[in-house]
C-alpha cells in the first residue's frame, strides 16, 4: 500500500471512526484470548496476565498505527515459510478495507487489524513461539545464581559423561536435554528448601546461596549451560582413530595435544557465534524450530498455568508432561528389550527370509527401508523430531529421500561403479574382493606408498554411500546461489549491521532491532564484540601450537584455509537451520578441499576436518543455545559466561571419557566388542579420512568416481532452475525448500526410510492437521508431547542398559529374533553379485589403472 493510498484510508477511519475504544469490549478480549489459544478461561480470576498485557496494547493502538505495523508485516514476512499463511492472507484483506472480502463491521474490522498488529509488534508473528514465551519481562527475576551454576557444573558433568561414554555404543544412549532439564528441576526445588540463605555483596547486588524460589530463568540459565556441553565433541573421533591400532595407530596424540585441539576447535564456534548472533539470533524470521521443546518444557515446569479448558482438556502442561513421560518410559522395555521386533518392524521381510531383493528395497536394518509401517518404537518415529520440524520441511525432507530411494536402486541394479558387488547402504569403504579397507596396507610413516597402494587398490563406496557423497557436492554449488538469492533480504541488514558495527562500534546490537524480544532484550548489558573476537585469537594460538609442536603433518596455512571456507558458508548454513531446523556441516566440502590440497596426508585431513567441521558445527549450537536464552530474557552476559564455563567442563569430562574408554574397554571399535562399543561415527570417520586424505579426491574424481565432480554443477544448475520455479510460481511454491530436499539424501548409509516415514505420519498429524484444526490444544500440549516422549524414552533406555543389558539378561523368542533372522539382519547373501565371480577375481579398475 502506497503512503497515498494510506493517508486515504486514514482520512476515512477519521470520518467513520467517532469511539474506537468503545469497540473494544468484552466479546473483543475473548476473541485475543481465542486467538492465542486460550478460548475456555474458565474464571475470572484465571485471566492470563500475558494475554491481558497484549489486549491493553491492543486497546493503545490507533487503528492507523496498527495499519502501518501491518503493511511493514506483510513486506516483511513476504517470502516466509514460517509465517502462518491463513494469518498472512487474512492480514491482506485486512489492509484492503473493512468491506473487502471480509464481511464484518467496522468495529470488527477495525478490532482485527489492532490484534494483528499489536500481537506482531508487542510479541511474535509467530504462533510457535507465543506458544513458549512471553511478552513480557521482568529483570529483577534471579537468574545467574550459586545454585544455578552448581546445578549447570553438575548436569554438565553427567550430561557430557554418560553422553561421551555410550556415544560408541551401537545403539548409542543419549541422556538429551529434556531428560536434564527434567531431573534439575527436582534438583533446584530441593535446593530451594536445603540451602541456607548465606551470601556476599559483590559491586551493590547481593549474591546468595538461596535467593528464594527456584526460577524459570535460573532453570534456563543452566540449561544453556549443559545443553552446550551434551552434545559431545567432534574432535573426540579424530582421538580415536588418531589413537587405536585397529585404525591409525598413532603415538604421538598426548593429552597436551588433545586439550590444545580440543580447546581450539570448540573454541573457534564460539567467537564465530559472536558474529552470528546479528544474523540469526536477533532477527525474527530466525524461528529456531528445534529449540522450541526445550523452552515448552521448561515453561511447563517453572510457570504456575490458570485453569482453563482447551477443546475439552483441562490438565495442566506439567502434570501432561509427567503422564506422557510414564507412559513413554514404560512403554519404551517392551520395543528395547521383551519384544524387539516393534523397534525394526521388518515385516515385509518376514514373508520370504531369505529373499535379497525384498530384504534390499524394504528392509530396516540391510536396505532401504521401503516400509509404511516399519517401527513401534518412538526411539526411531521421533528420530527426525518430528514433532519439533514444521510439517513443510519434514515433507521436502521426505521428497529427498524418495528421490534418493530411486537413485540408489537405478545405481545398484545396474551395478553403476561397481556398487552391485557391495551391500546397498553401507557407510564402510571396500577392497576391489568385498573386504573392508585397512588403511594400514597402504601407509609408510602416515603417507601413503605408492607401491603399496598399487598392490592393495583403491577403496570403494556403496550405492547408498555414493549418492550421500553426490548430494553433499551438489549442496554446496546449490546453496550459495539459492540461499544468498532468496535471504538477501537479511542478510543484507546483516551487512549493513555489520558496516555499522564498525564504523559505530559503541552502539547497542539492539538499536538496530525493533522487535519486542530485542526491545525486552535491551534491557540487559550486551556481550562486547571484542570478547568474541579475543577468543577466536586464542583459539588461532592454541591451532597453530598444535601443528608446530607435535607431528601433526599439518601446513599453519591449512588453518587460514579451513578459517576461509567457513567464513563463506557459515552465513547460509545458519540461515537455513535457524529458518527450517534444517542441520547442514562442511565435513565433505572440507574433506574435498583439504584433499586437494594436500594429498596422501591422512592425519592433515583429520587435523583440519575437525577445526573446519566444529567452526560452523559449534557455532551453530552457541547461537542455537543463544536463541533458546533470548527467548527465555536470559541476560546475554550470563549466557557468555554460562557457554564458556560449560565448554570448559565439556572438554575436561569428554577427555576423561575418551583416555579411559581406549585405555579400559577391551576391543573397543572392533566388531568383536562384547558391549557393542564398535563406534560407527568413529568408522565413518576412519572411512573418509581413507577416501579423501589418503587417497586424495584426484584418484577419486579422475579414476573411481568421475560423476562426482560434476554433481557440482547440477548443483549450481538447480539453484538456478529452483529461483526461477521461485520466481514465476511463488505462491504455489511457498513451502518449496530444495535446500532441505537435497539435504533429505544425506539421510542414507547407514541410515534409511524406515527411520523416517513413521515420523512423517506423526508430524502430519500434529504439526499440520492438529496445529490447524485443534491449534489452541496444539500450542499447548504439542512441544510438552515431543519432550516427555524423549525423556521417557531416554531414561528408559538408560535404566535398561544397566539393569538388563550390560551384563547379559537375554529374553531369547521369536519376537527377539525374528527381525534379524534373515538377509535383512545379515544372514546369508550380502551382495546383489559376488566379488569372487567378477573377471580376474576382483571387481573395479584393473591393476594397471591403480
Known amino acids: 500500500m502506497s503512503e497515498k493510498e494510506l493517508d486515504s484510508k486514514r482520512e476515512f477511519i477519521q470520518v467513520n471512526s467517532k469511539d474506537e475504544s468503545d469497540a473494544l469490549h468484552e466479546d473483543y478480549k475473548q476473541k485475543l484470548y481465542e486467538k492465542l489459544g486460550h478460548a475456555d478461561v474458565l474464571t475470572d480470576d484465571a485471566r492470563i496476565p500475558e494475554i491481558e498485557y497484549l489486549y491493553q496494547k491492543t486497546d493503545e493502538l490507533s487503528l492507523s498505527r496498527a495499519l502501518e505495523i501491518l503493511q511493514q508485516c506483510i513486506q516483511d514476512h513476504d517470502d516466509d515459510p514460517n509465517f502462518p499463511y491463513d494469518d498472512f492472507e487474512f492480514i491482506k484483506k485486512i489492509l484492503k478495507g473493512y468491506n473487502n472480502d471480509l464481511n464484518m463491521s467496522f468495529n470488527d474490522w477495525s478490532f482485527s487489524a489492532k490484534m494483528y498488529a499489536a500481537l506482531n509488534e508487542y510479541h511474535s508473528p509467530y504462533p510457535e513461539v507465543r506458544a513458549i514465551s512471553s511478552p513480557m519481562d521482568d529483570p529483577n527475576i534471579p537468574c545467574e545464581t550459586i545454585r544455578a551454576y552448581i546445578l549447570g557444573f553438575v548436569w554438565c558433568i553427567i550430561g557430557t559423561g554418560v553422553n561421551e561414554l555410550f556415544s560408541r555404543r551401537q545403539p548409542s544412549i543419549y541422556l538429551s ?277 598399487k598392490k592393495y587398490g583403491p577403496p570403494y563406496l556403496s550405492a547408498a554411500n555414493l549418492v550421500v557423497y553426490g548430494a553433499n557436492c551438489a549442496l554446496y554449488t546449490f546453496m550459495i546461489p539459492y ?174 571419557v575418551i583416555n579411559w574408554e581406549i585405555s579400559n574397554i577391551d576391543g573397543i571399535c572392533t566388531d568383536e566388542q562384547s558391549n557393542n562399543f564398535t563406534c560407527p561415527s568413529e568408522v565413518s570417520y576412519y572411512s573418509s579420512s581413507v577416501f579423501w586424505g589418503v587417497i586424495g579426491p584426484k584418484r577419486i574424481f579422475n579414476k573411481l568416481y568421475p560423476i562426482l565432480p560434476y554433481c557440482f554443477l547440477i548443483g549450481f544448475l538447480l539453484a538456478l532452475l529452483c529461483l526461477a520455479i521461485r520466481h514465476y510460481f511463488y505462491k504455489q511454491t511457498r513451502w518449496f525448500q530444495p535446500a532441505v530436499i537435497i539435504g533429505g539424501l544425506f539421510n542414507y548409509a547407514p541410515y534409511n526410510l524406515s527411520y523416517f516415514l513413521p515420523g512423517l505420519y506423526v508430524c502430519y498429524a500434529f504439526n499440520h492437521y492438529i496445529k490447524k484444526r485443534f491449534s489452541a490444544w496444539w500450542e499447548k ?48 547373501q550380502v551382495s546383489l553379485l559376488d566379488p569372487t565371480t567378477a573377471p580376474d577375481g576382483y571387481f573395479g579398475l584393473r591393476s594397471e589403472e591403480f
Open 483 to 656: 540461499v544468498f538469492f532468496t535471504e538477501r533480504k537479511g542478510i543484507w541488514r546483516s551487512i549493513k549491521s555489520l558496516k555499522e558495527l564498525i564504523t559505530d562500534f559503541r552502539s547497542s546490537n539492539y538499536t538496530r532491532f525493533k522487535d519486542p524480544h530485542s526491545r525486552m532484550m535491551s534491557r540487559y548489558k550486551e556481550v562486547p564484540d571484542w570478547c568474541f573476537l579475543v577468543i577466536m585469537l586464542v583459539a588461532l594460538v592454541f591451532a597453530i601450537v598444535c601443528v608446530k609442536v607435535y607431528p601433526a603433518n599439518t601446513p599453519v596455512w591449512g588453518i587460514f584455509l579451513v578459517l576461509a571456507i567457513n567464513a563463506v558458508f557459515v552465513i547460509p548454513l545458519c540461515i537455513i537451520y535457524a529458518v527450517t531446523g534444517y542441520y547442514f556441516t562442511l565435513e565433505v566440502l572440507v574433506e574435498l578441499i583439504v584433499g586437494y590440497a594436500l594429498p596422501g596426508n591422512g592425519d592433515a585431513l583429520m587435523f583440519l576436518k575437525a577445526l573446519g567441521f566444529n567452526i560452523t558445527g559449534q557455532a551453530q549450537q552457541y547461537v542455537y543455545d543463544q536463541k533458546m536464552a533470548h527467548y527465555a530474557k536470559v541476560p546475554p552476559r550470563a549466557v557468555f559466561r554460562g557457554q564458556l564455563l560449560g565448554t570448559i567442563f565439556q572438554i575436561i569430562v569428554s577427555l576423561l
Open 177 to 453: 536435554a529434556s531428560v536434564c532439564q527434567m531431573l534439575m528441576y527436582p534438583s533446584g526445588i530441593a535446593l530451594q528448601y536445603i540451602l541456607p540463605d548465606w551470601g556476599f555483596t559483590l559491586f551493590g547486588t547481593r549474591h546468595s546461596l538461596n535467593p528464594g524460589p527456584w526460577t524459570y530463568k535460573e532453570q534456563m540459565f543452566a540449561t544453556v549451560m549443559f545443553d552446550i556441553a551434551i552434545g559431545g565433541m567432534y574432535v573426540g573421533y579424530n582421538f580415536y582413530v588418531e589413537k587405536l591400532n585397529v585404525f591409525y595407530g598413532n603415538t604421538w596424540i598426548t593429552a597436551g595435544y588433545q586439550i590444545l585441539l580440543s580447546l581450539c576447535t570448540q573454541l573457534f564456534g564460539f567467537g564465530f557465534a559472536g558474529i552470528l548472533r546479528k544474523i540469526v539470533i536477533y532477527p525474527v524470521r530466525a524461528v529456531w524450530p528445534t529449540i522450541l521443546p526445550t523452552l515448552a518444557l521448561n515453561r511447563a515446569l517453572l510457570k504456575k498455568e490458570k485453569k482453563e479448558s482447551i477443546h475439552g482438556w483441562t490438565i495442566t502442561r506439567y502434570k501432561f508432561f509427567f503422564i506422557v513421560f510414564t507412559c513413554s518410559f514404560l512403554y519404551m522395555w517392551i520395543p528395547d528389550y521383551l519384544f524387539q521386533a516393534l523397534s525394526y518392524f521388518n515385516w515385509m521381510t518376514w514373508i520370504k527370509p531369505d529373499n535379497f531383493n525384498l530384504a534390499t528395497v524394504t528392509g530396516s536394518i540391510q536396505g532401504l527401508g521401503l516400509n509404511p509401517i516399519s517401527s513401534f518404537d518412538w526411539n526411531i518415529i521421533g528420530y527426525w523430531l518430528p514433532l519439533a520440524f514444521p510439517f513443510y520441511t519434514y515433507l521436502n525432507m521426505m521428497i529427498g529421500m524418495i528421490i534418493g530411494f530411486f537413485v540408489i536402486i537405478g545405481l545398484y541394479y545396474s551395478n553403476y561403479k561397481w556398487t552391485a558387488y557391495l551391500p546397498i547402504n553401507d557407510n564402510n569403504i571396500y577392497t576391489n574382493t568385498g573386504q573392508i579397507y585397512e588403511v594400514q596396507s597402504v601407509l609408510t610413516n602416515g603417507r601413503l606408498d605408492e607401491d603399496k597402494y
Open 781 to 828: 500440549y504439542n512441544y510438552i508431547l515431543s519432550s516427555s516422549l524423549d525423556a521417557g524414552v531416554a531414561f528408559s533406555g538408560i535404566i535398561i542398559f544397566f539393569a538388563v543389558q550390560y551384563h547379559e539378561k537375554d529374553i531369547n523368542w521369536w519376537g527377539n529374533s525374528v527381525s534379524y533372522a534373515g538377509t535383512d539382519g545379515g544372514m546369508g
